[in-house]
C-alpha cells in the first residue's frame, strides 16, 4: 500500500503573468500565482468571499504552453502535488516556501469569436486535443435507424 497521497486539484485565475525562466538549452520553468475562492453566506446572511493564493510552478513542455497561452485572468485547472522547501534569509532566519508542482493543466477560458487568435483560440485548441478522438475516416451513416433488427 502506498505510504501517502499529496495531490492538489485546483481551480481558479492566474494572479499576475507567468515568470517563464530557462535553466538549460531544453528546459524551461514556469511560475505563477493563482486565486481560488470560496464563498459562503454568514450568520447574517450576507456573502463572503474567501480567497486563497498558490504559487504554481510548472515545467518542461507544459511550461512553453504557460508561457505561450496564458496571461493575468486566465481561467485554469491544476493537478499536482504540494512541496514545501527551507531556505535561510539574509539575517540568517529559516523559512518555508510552499508550491504545487503542476503535473496537468486545462485552460478554461471560453473560446470568443471575436478575437483574431490569443489565449482563447489556444485554449480551443488544447481542448480539443485532450479530448477523445473523432473518427473521421468513415462517412456517417444516412439513416441508423434502418440497420435495427426490429
Not at 497521497?5 to 531544453?26: C, F
Not at 523559512?95 to 480551443?124: H, I, Q, W
Request: net charge negative; charged share 25%.
Amino acid at each position: 500500500m502506498a505510504s501517502g497521497v499529496n495531490k492538489v486539484i485546483l481551480v481558479g485565475n492566474l494572479g499576475n503573468d507567468p515568470d517563464v525562466v530557462a535553466i538549460e538549452t531544453n528546459l524551461k520553468k514556469a511560475t505563477f500565482r493563482m486565486a481560488t475562492t470560496e464563498s459562503y453566506r454568514n450568520r447574517e446572511g450576507q456573502r463572503v468571499d474567501q480567497t486563497e493564493w498558490h504559487t504554481i510552478t510548472v515545467w518542461r513542455g507544459l511550461a512553453e504552453v504557460v508561457e505561450k497561452y496564458l496571461h493575468k485572468g486566465s481561467k485554469v485547472y491544476v493537478e499536482g502535488r504540494l512541496r514545501t522547501r527551507e531556505y535561510t534569509d539574509k539575517e540568517g532566519i529559516k523559512k518555508y516556501f510552499t508550491e504545487v508542482l503542476c503535473d496537468s493543466l486545462v485552460m478554461l477560458d471560453r473560446v470568443d469569436s471575436n478575437t483574431n487568435g490569443g489565449t482563447t483560440a489556444a485554449s480551443s485548441t488544447v481542448a480539443q486535443n485532450t479530448s477523445t478522438p473523432q473518427n473521421t475516416d468513415t462517412p456517417p451513416e444516412e439513416n441508423p435507424e434502418d440497420d435495427l433488427p426490429f
